[in-house]
């Protein structure tokens, strides 16, 4: 076990655990090739560089009429039609002198031209366009304005949303280098719980996590695997854990991680692996622990659900985007002013359910127990108060926006 305060009860501040948890992430998954209707996302395994110029050639950035500047320095002066030109066509034949060309958006400059003139700002006279006075160069897309040949476009570890894979689509690749999904076990812990639909006895819940666990790591991109609910024993969570650590890359439970005489994970961690840190300097969140299971990484985060929720967010995430091959998924938080005061210190940092309302202010929900995901549906965001810090109403405090947090 490292020195990492496990034996001596400590708690670890949240900066130092999720040091100690990124100094352990593995090896990315293996490098995949797909199609770009399957890329959205995905992480690039690869830095993508431009293949060629983007515009290729000159072009037109609107329909209107293509001519050399020279021509028309004068308002009022009219030039010959020499024909007309519309997306994917060419001209080989260059622009004479007193000569204006149909041009249409996207088409290519022909030879000679170096402006286009918007059609709503031309008069047609039989064969002849009158213009107005002309500034060289309007409404004309150069060649390689958007990218040189050899740019470097997309790092490796870039996350594809939408506006990438058009981008990739631009530069003419059908197919583009990825890691694999990351495949994660889930599991819960708890002799409890029950999956919702099912009828409840005495002492019984619903099974929380693994819905709300689930549909965090499936939106962050990765292969979810869920092994339902464990059994609070040693041997069940021995044997569980076991056969999650040769079938898949990494394993999150949640529960059966406290201090309580039926919490068996940590134990069953020991025996299989290595247990290294456990119990976090924040709130809620404070029994998560982390360690390895037959050389697999593993994640136990608390029972309660808005604990697990928060635990999720603020410290699986970015060790599951790093070990998912993108390092670079650091949040940064807004500083607002708050709308609520904290007038009580707290030996802990708090992670407050949260939502920036429309006056610009940070408010809270009434509750903040670590068992109630009602507040964190409400909010869009968590508020950070710092250990051993009170807050007067209105002074800055930081704020992480869930959209953030979840992609």
Known sequence: MSGCGCASGGLLPVELALEALLARVPAAPPVESVGLDQAMGRVLAEDIRAPADLPAWDNSAMDGYALRAEDARVPRTALSLAGSLAAGQSRRK???????????????????????IAQEDCQLDGEWVVLPAVRQ?????????????????????????????????????????????????????????????????AGQIHDVNRFSLGALIRGWGMELHDYGVLADTLAASRDALSLAASEWDLLITSGGVSVGERDYLKQAVRELGELHLWRIAMQPGKPLAFGQVAGKPWLGLPGNPAAAFVTALVL?????????????????????????????ANPR???????????????????????MLRAASWANGLAVVEAGRTLEEGEAVEFLPFGELMG
């Open 94 to 116: 260059p622009l004479q002198p007193g000569q204006a060309l149909r041009i249409f958006t996207g088409a290519p400059l022909p030879p000679g031209a170096d402006t286009v």
């Open 137 to 201: 160069g309007s409404h004309v897309r150069r060649r390689g304005e958007e990218m040189r040949q050899g740019d470097c476009l997309l790092r490796r570890g870039t996350r594809l949303r939408a506006q990438e894979i058009g981008l990739l689509a631009s530069i003419g690749l059908a197919r583009v280098p990825v890691h694999r999904r990351l495949r994660v076990c889930l599991l819960s812990s708890g002799d409890e719980l029950r999956a919702p639909g099912e009828a409840l006895a």
């Open 316 to 344: 699986a995430r970015p060790f599951l985007w790093a070990a998912q091959g993108r390092p670079e998924s650091e949040v940064q938080a807004l500083s607002l002013p708050a709308g609520f005061a904290w007038p009580q």
């Open 349 to 371: 940092r708090q992670y407050l359910r949260a939502r920036l309302e429309a006056d610009g202010q940070v408010h809270i929900h009434a509750q903040q127990g670590s068992a």
